[in-house]
C-alpha cells in the first residue's frame, strides 16, 4: 500500500489517476491562438536536418490538416494549399479518420492510466524477441479478407511479414521468395529482376532502376513499357522473351509495379500485358512480387483492396503498405501466397526483421479499422477515378501537349513532354521549375517526382467538389506556365483526338443524361447526378468536346 502510495506521490503531494490526466491533457493550440515554439529558431534548427530536401533547407511547417486542406507556415508566415500529392501515404481524413484512430487511442489512455497508477499496464510496443501484442491477432484476421487469391482460398499456405515502410517490405517479399527457391534446391536462384523504369524504395538501398551510389550486383532490369513513349506490345514481349531465355535460370525474383509510382507517374500497364509477363517469367520458375506499395489499398479504383486481384496477375507474393497506418503510424508488409509450412518446417526466419516489425498496438488496431472501413469506399474511388480522368484529359489539351496524363482510380501522373523545345533537357527543366512556381503561387502541392512530372493521389474520402477545385488551379497553373515558358505543341507529338487511352467508361459517356442519386455516392458527396456537391456548369466546362473524342477514338478503332 505504501509503495503504491509512493508512486502517487508528486511533489510532496497526493495525486489520484484523474488529477493527473487532467493536469497533462495535451494543448492543441499550436498553431492557432498561441504559439508554443519561436518560429525564428526553425530556420537555424532546419539547418542541421537532412531529409527528402537537399540537406540544411529551410522546410515549411505543416500546422494543420483536413482532407487536402493543409495550413503550412514559412518565415513566420502562414498559407493554405491543397496538398494533393504526398505519395499515397494517406486513405481518410476528419471524422473518418478519427473513427480509425478511436480503439487505439481508448486503449493507449487506459495504458497510461495504469502507468500513472503504477500498475502493470498493456504494452504499447513490445520487441519482436518478447513476443507480439494481441493486435496482431485482429489484424491477420482482417487482412485474410483481402487476400488476391481467392480460386484456390481454402488451400492457401499465407504468411506476412509486417515491416515499418514501403522498402523494407519489399525486401521482406524479396528475402521469403528467396528462401523458398534455396529450401527447394534452386540455390542457383538469387537474382532480382526489376523493371527497366522502378522504384522499390530508396534508390541508394533499395531494388530498383536507379543505381545513384553504386552498382546492385544482385538485379537485373527487363524491359517495361515507357512513360510517354509509343511501343509495340508483340516486340516488347518479344524482348522480354530474349531476356528470360538468358537469365531464368539465374532469377529467383521479379518484381513487379501493377500501376507504377513516382518513376514512371502513374502509369498503368496496358490492358492484359501485366499478366502475361508474370504468366511467362513463373513459367520458368522465377517468383513473382506485386510491389502495391503505392497503388494498393483499393486506390486504384477497380473495387477491391488489391490491383493485383482485379486484373488477376496471380503473384507469388503482393506487399502492401503507406496509408494501412491510416497515415499517421509507420506500418508495411509483404504477402506470400504459399510457403508457410515449408519455410517453417525448415526453421526459416524471414531475415528481413527488426525491432518494431508488427510490435506497435497503435498501428495495428488502426490498420484493422482500415481494412475494415475502405471496402466501403470503393464505389466513390471509382467514381473520384472516373471524374479524374475527364479532369486530366482537359488538362491535357488546355496545356497544348505540354503534359501526358496517365493513371486510374484516386492515382493520377502528368509527365511533362519530352519533345519539340523539350528535346533540349535544360530547356526542360526549366519548364519544370516554372511549373513548380505557378503551382505554389495558385497555392497546390502536388507530388513532384524525379523523372519530371508530377502525380495528384489525394486521400480517397475526397469529395467530388473538392476534384474540381484542384482541377481548376492546377489549370491555371499549366495556362499560365504555357504563356511563361512559350511552348507550342511539336508537330511531331500524337493528337490527342487519336489517342485510344482517351476513352471515357461507356457509363461515364451517358452521364449527361439525368441519373437517380445513389445513396453511397451522396454519403461519400461524390454524386454528380444533383448539383449537391459539384456545379453541373463547372463541370461540363471540364468535359465539353471529350464525348465527342470518344465518339472518333471509337470510329478509328
Given at each position: 500500500m505504501e509503495e503504491e502510495k509512493m508512486n502517487m506521490t508528486y511533489r510532496g503531494e497526493e495525486k489520484t489517476e484523474m488529477s493527473y490526466l487532467e493536469e497533462t491533457k495535451v494543448d492543441y493550440s499550436y498553431g492557432k491562438e498561441e504559439e508554443k515554439v519561436d518560429k525564428s529558431t526553425s530556420s537555424a534548427a532546419h539547418a542541421h536536418f537532412a531529409g527528402r530536401v537537399p540537406a540544411g533547407s529551410d522546410l515549411p511547417i505543416c500546422v494543420s490538416k483536413n482532407g487536402v486542406n493543409h495550413v503550412i507556415e514559412k518565415y513566420q508566415s502562414k498559407k493554405e494549399i491543397l496538398s494533393i500529392g504526398l505519395a499515397c501515404s494517406e486513405c481518410f481524413s476528419g471524422p473518418r479518420l478519427a473513427q480509425l484512430l478511436q480503439p487505439g487511442l481508448e486503449y493507449e489512455q487506459q495504458v497510461m492510466a495504469d502507468l500513472m497508477a503504477g500498475k502493470p499496464a498493456a504494452p504499447l510496443s513490445i520487441h519482436t524477441s518478447?513476443?507480439?501484442?494481441?493486435?496482431?491477432?485482429?489484424?491477420?484476421?482482417?487482412?485474410?479478407?483481402?487476400?488476391?487469391?481467392?480460386?484456390?482460398?481454402?488451400?492457401?499456405?499465407?504468411?506476412?511479414?509486417?515491416?515499418?515502410?514501403?522498402?523494407?517490405?519489399?525486401?521482406?517479399?524479396?528475402?521469403?521468395?528467396?528462401?523458398?527457391?534455396?529450401?527447394?534446391?534452386?540455390?542457383?536462384?538469387?537474382?532480382?529482376?526489376?523493371?527497366?523504369?522502378?522504384?522499390?524504395?530508396?534508390?541508394?538501398?533499395?531494388?530498383?532502376?536507379?543505381?545513384?551510389?553504386?552498382?546492385?550486383?544482385?538485379?537485373?532490369?527487363?524491359?517495361?513499357?515507357?512513360?510517354?513513349?509509343?511501343f509495340d506490345v508483340d516486340d516488347l514481349l518479344a524482348k522480354y522473351e530474349q531476356f528470360l531465355n538468358e537469365y531464368a535460370t539465374c532469377i529467383g525474383v521479379l518484381l513487379i509495379e501493377p500501376q507504377w509510382g513516382s518513376s514512371q507517374v502513374a502509369l498503368p500497364w496496358p490492358d492484359g500485358l501485366a499478366k502475361k509477363y508474370v504468366e511467362m517469367a513463373q513459367e520458368r520458375g522465377i517468383l513473382v512480387l506485386a510491389d502495391e506499395i503505392m497503388c494498393g489499398l483499393g486506390r486504384h479504383g477497380k473495387g477491391t483492396l488489391f490491383l493485383s486481384e482485379a486484373w488477376d496477375l496471380d503473384p507469388d507474393a503482393v506487399t502492401f503498405g503507406k496509408a494501412i497506418g491510416g497515415g499517421v503510424f509507420p506500418l508495411s508488409g509483404a504477402i506470400i501466397k504459399t510457403g508457410g509450412d515449408l519455410l517453417g518446417s525448415n526453421g526459416r526466419t524471414v531475415m528481413q526483421s527488426h525491432t518494431f516489425?508488427?510490435?506497435?498496438?497503435?498501428?495495428?488496431?488502426?490498420?484493422?479499422?482500415?481494412?475494415?472501413?475502405?471496402?466501403?469506399?470503393?464505389?466513390?474511388?471509382?467514381?473520384?477515378?472516373?471524374?479524374?480522368?475527364?479532369?486530366?484529359?482537359?488538362?491535357?489539351?488546355?496545356?497544348?501537349?505540354?503534359?501526358?496524363?496517365?493513371?486510374?482510380?484516386?492515382?493520377?501522373?502528368?509527365?511533362?513532354?519530352?519533345?519539340?523545345?523539350?528535346?533540349?533537357?535544360?530547356?526542360?527543366?526549366?519548364?519544370?521549375?516554372?511549373?513548380?512556381?505557378?503551382?505554389?503561387?495558385?497555392?497546390?502541392?502536388?507530388?513532384?517526382?524525379?523523372?519530371?512530372?508530377?502525380?495528384?493521389?489525394?486521400?480517397?474520402?475526397?469529395?467530388?467538389?473538392?476534384?474540381?477545385?484542384?482541377?481548376?488551379?492546377?489549370?491555371?497553373?499549366?495556362?499560365?506556365?504555357?504563356?511563361?515558358?512559350?511552348?507550342?505543341?511539336?508537330?511531331?507529338?500524337?493528337?490527342?483526338?487519336?489517342?485510344?487511352?482517351?476513352?471515357?467508361?461507356?457509363?461515364?459517356?451517358?452521364?449527361?443524361?439525368?441519373?437517380?442519386?445513389?445513396?453511397?455516392?451522396?454519403?461519400?458527396?461524390?454524386?454528380?447526378?444533383?448539383?449537391?456537391?459539384?456545379?453541373?456548369?463547372?463541370?461540363?466546362?471540364?468535359?465539353?468536346?471529350?464525348?465527342?473524342?470518344?465518339?472518333?477514338?471509337?470510329?478509328?478503332?
Amino acid at each position: 500500500m505504501e509503495e503504491e502510495k509512493m508512486n502517487m506521490t508528486y511533489r510532496g503531494e497526493e495525486k489520484t489517476e484523474m488529477s493527473y490526466l487532467e493536469e497533462t491533457k495535451v494543448d492543441y493550440s499550436y498553431g492557432k491562438e498561441e504559439e508554443k515554439v519561436d518560429k525564428s529558431t526553425s530556420s537555424a534548427a532546419h539547418a542541421h536536418f537532412a531529409g527528402r530536401v537537399p540537406a540544411g533547407s529551410d522546410l515549411p511547417i505543416c500546422v494543420s490538416k483536413n482532407g487536402v486542406n493543409h495550413v503550412i507556415e514559412k518565415y513566420q508566415s502562414k498559407k493554405e494549399i491543397l496538398s494533393i500529392g504526398l505519395a499515397c501515404s494517406e486513405c481518410f481524413s476528419g471524422p473518418r479518420l478519427a473513427q480509425l484512430l478511436q480503439p487505439g487511442l481508448e486503449y493507449e489512455q487506459q495504458v497510461m492510466a495504469d502507468l500513472m497508477a503504477g500498475k502493470p499496464a498493456a504494452p504499447l510496443s513490445i520487441h519482436t524477441s518478447g513476443g507480439v501484442p494481441f493486435a496482431l491477432t485482429t489484424f491477420i484476421n482482417a487482412l485474410e479478407k483481402h487476400l488476391p487469391w481467392k480460386e484456390d482460398e481454402e488451400n492457401l499456405d499465407w504468411c506476412v511479414s509486417l515491416q515499418l515502410e514501403g522498402a523494407s517490405a519489399v525486401m521482406a517479399g524479396i528475402d521469403m521468395l528467396l528462401q523458398i527457391q534455396i529450401t527447394q534446391g534452386h540455390r542457383n536462384r538469387k537474382m532480382v529482376a526489376v523493371g527497366g523504369k522502378s522504384y522499390h524504395g530508396p534508390p541508394s538501398t533499395s531494388f530498383g532502376s536507379s543505381c545513384p551510389l553504386f552498382p546492385k550486383a544482385m538485379q537485373l532490369t527487363y524491359p517495361v513499357p515507357m512513360a510517354g513513349e509509343e511501343f509495340d506490345v508483340d516486340d516488347l514481349l518479344a524482348k522480354y522473351e530474349q531476356f528470360l531465355n538468358e537469365y531464368a535460370t539465374c532469377i529467383g525474383v521479379l518484381l513487379i509495379e501493377p500501376q507504377w509510382g513516382s518513376s514512371q507517374v502513374a502509369l498503368p500497364w496496358p490492358d492484359g500485358l501485366a499478366k502475361k509477363y508474370v504468366e511467362m517469367a513463373q513459367e520458368r520458375g522465377i517468383l513473382v512480387l506485386a510491389d502495391e506499395i503505392m497503388c494498393g489499398l483499393g486506390r486504384h479504383g477497380k473495387g477491391t483492396l488489391f490491383l493485383s486481384e482485379a486484373w488477376d496477375l496471380d503473384p507469388d507474393a503482393v506487399t502492401f503498405g503507406k496509408a494501412i497506418g491510416g497515415g499517421v503510424f509507420p506500418l508495411s508488409g509483404a504477402i506470400i501466397k504459399t510457403g508457410g509450412d515449408l519455410l517453417g518446417s525448415n526453421g526459416r526466419t524471414v531475415m528481413q526483421s527488426h525491432t518494431f516489425a508488427g510490435s506497435s498496438v497503435r498501428a495495428l488496431m488502426t490498420a484493422t479499422e482500415v481494412l475494415k472501413t475502405l471496402p466501403h469506399w470503393f464505389d466513390s474511388i471509382k467514381k473520384c477515378g472516373d471524374e479524374m480522368k475527364v479532369i486530366f484529359r482537359h488538362l491535357e489539351k488546355i496545356s497544348n501537349g505540354l503534359i501526358y496524363a496517365q493513371g486510374q482510380g484516386l492515382m493520377w501522373g502528368a509527365l511533362v513532354s519530352h519533345q519539340g523545345m523539350h528535346n533540349d533537357k535544360a530547356v526542360r527543366s526549366n519548364t519544370i521549375n516554372v511549373l513548380k512556381k505557378n503551382f505554389e503561387e495558385v497555392g497546390v502541392l502536388p507530388y513532384f517526382v524525379p523523372v519530371g512530372g508530377f502525380m495528384v493521389s489525394p486521400v480517397v474520402d475526397i469529395d467530388v467538389g473538392t476534384l474540381y477545385k484542384i482541377a481548376e488551379r492546377i489549370e491555371r497553373a499549366l495556362i499560365q506556365t504555357v504563356e511563361e515558358v512559350g511552348w507550342t505543341q511539336p508537330c511531331t507529338s500524337p493528337k490527342l483526338e487519336i489517342r485510344v487511352s482517351l476513352q471515357l467508361d461507356e457509363e461515364f459517356c451517358v452521364s449527361e443524361k439525368k441519373k437517380q442519386c445513389l445513396t453511397q455516392l451522396h454519403f461519400s458527396r461524390t454524386c454528380t447526378s444533383c448539383a449537391d456537391f459539384v456545379s453541373p456548369v463547372l463541370r461540363k466546362r471540364f468535359s465539353r468536346g471529350l464525348w465527342e473524342l470518344e465518339q472518333l477514338c471509337r470510329t478509328i478503332q
